[in-house]
């Protein structure tokens, strides 16, 4: 059986996290794919060096031409600029969205039946041009989003419980920006509701509340520690999650920003919600029950991201 082909369209920081993840993990071959070749070639070179050392075989090549990217079976898109000082936020939506209208090109002339993983923020705008633009089906492009919140959450309550990350379970559901939801009613240790650990004594309400606070803000603390660029491991292993549960058809329960078609009663926008993910791409949205509270959270999330869309629409890209 031929090897998976995955293309990263962006070789930067998360591109070449990706590419190393993907080996380590023996997932496929890389193109990596960066308007920079030569940094797009060297990451390539360099990470297939390690593969002796580690053990495995991805072959890993770099261009700066979209035909390398033929065939792929899983794109992800980190393509973009980062929000540079004096940049406002339309600036950064103007120039972000035409490198996506770029990218999505490429994808629908040469990798059509690809499941497209959308990284390059703002995310939930950014994965919607994608989908627009290359034309490709809803149930094949996603946002990722919803997988880093969420592993944010899990590992600060595991700190805070004194637990192993791996039984905490976590969902954060809405817009990426400071409106996500995350919902401290479906997230437990090893089944276990978070509110009925604050029951048993295991934390209070007041330390679950700044724990929200701090994963709805998450990306910003790591912007201000580095200083220069924005997370990029836990990022990359988010989107290695999503793509490995399409490769290995394992379905998995995971948070994404995927296109709603009344469900949760909202139309036509990208937004973070459970969904499976199979060898079809989007094989089911999962409808949880929100409480009036969960449901006003997220309402207001949703209406970020349509403000997002509409300011963007007004600029005519
Ligand atoms: N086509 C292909 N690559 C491009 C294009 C383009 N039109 N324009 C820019 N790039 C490349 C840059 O050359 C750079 O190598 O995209 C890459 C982006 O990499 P970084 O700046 O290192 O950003 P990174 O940390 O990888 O994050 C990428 O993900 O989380 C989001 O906010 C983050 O939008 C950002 C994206």
Known sequence: ???????????????????????????????????????????????????????????????????????????????GFPRLPGMTRDDLLTKNAEVITKVAEGIKTYAPNAFVICITNPLDVMVWVLQQKSGLPPEKVVGMAGVLDSA?????????????????????????GDTMVPLTRYS?????????????GWSTQEKIDAIVT???NGGGEIVKLLEKGSAFYAPAASAIAMAESYLKDK???LPCAVLLNGEYGMNDFYVGVPVVIGDKGVEKIVEVQFTE?????????????????ADFKKLGV
């Open 1 to 79: 059986m031929a090897r998976k082909k995955i293309a990263l369209v962006g070789a930067g920081n998360i591109g070449g996290t990706l590419a190393h993840l993907i080996g380590l993990k023996e997932l496929g071959d890389v193109v990596l794919f960066d308007v920079f070749a030569g940094v797009a070639a060297g990451k390539a070179l360099d990470i297939m060096q390690s593969g002796p050392v580690d053990g495995f075989d991805s072959k890993m090549v770099g261009s700066a031409d979209y035909a390398a990217i033929e065939g792929a079976d899983v794109v992800i898109v980190t393509a």
């Open 152 to 176: 944010r959450f899990r590992l600060f309550l595991a700190e805070e419980f004194g637990v192993s990350v791996e039984d905490v379970t976590a969902f954060v559901l809405g817009g990426h």
């Open 188 to 200: 437990t240790v090893a089944g276990i509701p978070v509110p009925d650990l604050v029951k048993m």
């Open 214 to 216: 701090r994963t709805a």
């Open 251 to 253: 379905k998995r329960v």
């Open 293 to 309: 509270a969960e449901k006003a959270a997220f309402d207001k999330s949703c209406d970020a991201v349509k403000k997002l869309i």
